[in-house]
């Protein structure tokens, strides 16, 4: 008979606990495998410093390559494979492709990680993965120990794909509104489009669905999120999983500062470009258009004009992350033309931007870190979505937390000139600004209490 323990810092779960764990009396060893992306890593390493932070030992590992710096304290950064072991050798590879790739290469090299750990005399306990890679899992539960999947999505978008998991929401989706429970009302337009369109994205369907895969067995499911954000759905996932969250993760300094010298993620795939906190020094308070889409979107070109025109036809002041491999999409002349209104730079710290008073707006693609920084620190959102979760993220940015706003895109997918002014204006100077404000700030607040007073293990 299976009976409920309370393991690791006062979880309790109803798994059976494995053999290793019954003997062992010191502090638990975590290996924690982010699906390597940097909206993976971010918020993955946030909460391996927390756990370190109360004396669990860490070992954080990702495919060689990966980063370009792995400052994270005190944490193990080790390596596995999935199968290239090198940006070169992965570049042009299709996702169906790496992610094949990845599970193979993955289990086997992880199996010898923590073969090697145990070698060494620090054997694992537990192992923490990304839903994204539920092999992680299945390695867990063949060396007989404790598995948690982390899922780095909201618990909203998490039941879409349980939903689809279990047969109850047939994708293609057809129907004009969709109707799921915890969620409000949602339009196709609302909808990751893997649901809508899955022949366009071919194996990503599979691998968004797929983090359900042996989730009902592991013994502790993590969600990036905060329960208040969307308690329907969290309570409506926890009739059917055990789901904990554990958000925000975002480092200490900008939230309860009780970690000494978290004052970033520490491991980046990107080098931040310094000049732009300079920049914003010089500007008054709540002033600054602060523009970013992540770190792997790639807009049309089209796109990236309409948002260079509006940014000129606001006359505000901006300040416009785009990529290097992006770049090449701006109008000619368009960084000469801007400059002295606007600074454009291929990657920053943008929690130290968000942070800065002087940033009054956040034109975002709504990926899930970004849109919990910008409510962790209370700066309202205009949302252009580009594909994932970004959709659904932005209508609740807009209709449940109401910080921000959802601009439209006109029939062929573009999001205009037009409506892009009209967007940032209604959120930096409409008449709903001030609410938006004040809704942002209360978010803000929010993210404080619920790390200090349900999160109880931080
Ligand atoms: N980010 C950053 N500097 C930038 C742009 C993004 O540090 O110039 C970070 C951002 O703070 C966030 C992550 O990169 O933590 C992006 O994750 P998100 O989920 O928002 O989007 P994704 O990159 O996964 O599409």
């Given at each position: 008979m299976i009976t409920p323990q309370t393991n690791l810092h006062g979880y309790t779960t109803t798994k059976s606990k494995p053999k290793e764990m019954e003997k062992k009396q010191q502090k638990p060893h975590c290996l924690i495998l982010p699906?390597?992306?940097?909206?993976?890593?971010?918020?993955?390493?946030?909460?391996?410093?927390?756990?370190?932070?109360?004396?669990?030992?860490?070992?954080?590992?990702?495919?060689?390559?990966?980063?370009?710096?792995?400052?994270?304290?005190?944490?193990?950064?080790?390596?596995?494979s999935d199968g290239y072991d090198s940006a070169a050798n992965r570049a042009g590879v299709g996702p169906q492709e790496r992610l094949l790739s990845f599970k193979t290469a993955g289990t086997?090299?992880?199996?010898?990680?923590?073969?090697?750990?145990?070698?060494?005399?620090?054997?694992?306990?537990?192992?923490?993965?990304?839903?994204?890679?539920?092999?992680?899992?299945?390695?867990?539960?063949?060396?007989?120990?404790?598995?948690?999947?982390?899922?780095?999505?909201?618990?909203?978008?998490?039941?879409?794909?349980?939903n689809v998991f279990k047969g109850l929401l047939k994708v293609p989706v057809l129907e004009k509104e969709i109707v799921l429970p915890g969620l409000p009302p949602l339009a196709v337009s609302d909808l990751p489009p893997f649901v809508v369109?899955?022949?366009?994205?071919?194996?990503?369907?599979?691998?968004?669905?797929?983090?359900?895969?042996?989730?009902?067995?592991?013994?502790?499911?993590?969600?990036?999120?905060?329960?208040?954000?969307?308690?329907?759905?969290?309570d409506w996932m926890k009739k059917s999983i055990s789901v904990k969250t554990i958000g925000p993760t975002i480092p200490s300094l900008y939230l309860d500062k009780r970690l000494q010298d978290d004052t970033n993620y520490g491991l980046s795939m990107f080098k931040p470009d310094d000049t732009c906190m300079k920049s914003l020094q010089q500007r008054s308070p709540k002033s600054v258009i602060y523009v970013s889409f992540g770190s792997m979107a790639k807009l049309d070109k089209h796109q990236m004009e309409e948002l260079a025109t509006a940014l000129k036809l606001t006359g505000k002041h901006f300040l416009w992350v785009v990529r290097s491999s992006e770049v090449s999409k701006l109008p000619e002349n368009f960084t000469d033309e801007a400059s002295g209104k606007g600074l454009?730079?291929?990657?920053?710290?943008?929690?130290?931007?968000?942070?800065?008073?002087?940033?009054?707006?956040?034109?975002?693609?709504?990926?899930?870190?970004?849109?919990?920084?910008?409510?962790?620190l209370g700066v309202p959102m205009v949302g252009v979505p580009w594909?994932?979760?970004?959709?659904?993220?932005?209508k609740f940015v807009m209709d449940?937390?109401?910080?921000?706003?959802?601009?439209?895109?006109?029939?062929?997918?573009?999001?205009?000139?037009?409506?892009?002014?009209?967007?940032?204006?209604?959120?930096?100077e409409g008449e709903r600004a001030g609410e938006m404000r004040e809704n942002a700030r209360k978010w803000k607040e929010l993210g404080k209490v619920d790390l200090y007073t349900r999160n109880n293990f931080y």
């Open positions: 699906y390597p992306l940097q909206g993976h890593i971010n918020p993955m390493i946030q909460f391996s410093k927390r756990l370190a932070h109360k004396g669990i030992t860490i070992t954080f590992a990702v495919p060689q390559g990966i980063l370009t710096s792995s400052a994270a304290g005190n944490i193990a950064v080790e390596t596995i086997e090299s992880t199996s010898r990680l923590i073969e090697k750990l145990r070698e060494g005399g620090r054997p694992v306990d537990c192992v923490v993965c990304d839903a994204f890679m539920p092999w992680g899992l299945a390695v867990a539960k063949s060396k007989g120990l404790f598995g948690a999947a982390f899922f780095t999505q909201t618990s909203s978008v998490n039941v879409i794909y349980y369109e899955p022949e366009k994205h071919p194996g990503l369907l599979e691998l968004l669905v797929g983090q359900f895969e042996g989730v009902e067995d592991s013994h502790f499911v993590f969600v990036n999120s905060v329960y208040e954000l969307e308690e329907e759905a969290n454009i730079v291929s990657w920053c710290s943008q929690l130290e931007v968000l942070a800065h008073e002087a940033v009054g707006c956040f034109v975002t693609h709504c990926g899930w870190n970004s849109t919990l920084e910008a409510l962790s594909w994932s979760d970004q959709a659904t993220n932005a449940v937390w109401k910080v921000g706003v959802k601009a439209c895109p006109n029939e062929e997918g573009v999001v205009g000139h037009e409506e892009l002014v009209s967007c940032v204006k209604h959120v930096m």
